[in-house]
């Protein structure tokens, strides 16, 4: 099993990014997915959450708005569109893969919001 993110970097407040996590090695098509973050010092914290259907998603009220996640089921790949970034945003970022009581974790990406 593997979740790779991607698409991480350093970004002036106000610009964009879009991460990506592609999986292999399970059925993607009948996991939720979800994206972490954990800035330094602080626990992690869930960013944004989609069905395995993709019709379905949540996010944290830091985020609503600015951000927004999809998936593709046929190239097994969910995606984090995040807009407006703000210094606070700075953390690793994780994809999560999710099915009653099996779980993945991604190794992480670093988004870094500054000028």
């Known amino acids: 099993v593997q979740l790779v993110e991607s698409g991480g970097g350093l970004v002036q407040p106000g610009g964009s990014l879009r991460l990506s996590c592609a999986a292999s090695?399970?059925?993607?098509?009948?996991?939720?997915m979800r994206w972490y973050r954990q800035a330094p010092g602080k626990e992690r914290e869930l960013v944004a959450h989609?069905?395995?259907?993709?019709?379905?998603?949540n996010y944290a009220a830091s985020v609503k708005g600015r951000f927004t996640i999809s998936r593709d089921n046929a190239k097994n790949t969910v995606f984090l569109q995040m807009n407006s970034l703000k210094p606070e945003d700075t953390a690793v970022y994780y994809c999560?893969?999710?099915?009653?009581?099996?779980?993945?974790w991604g190794q992480g990406t670093q988004v870094t919001v500054s000028s």
């Open positions: 999560y893969a999710i099915r009653v009581f099996i779980s993945y």
């Open positions: 090695g399970f059925t993607f098509s009948s996991y939720d």
């Open positions: 989609v069905s395995n259907d993709g019709g379905s998603t």
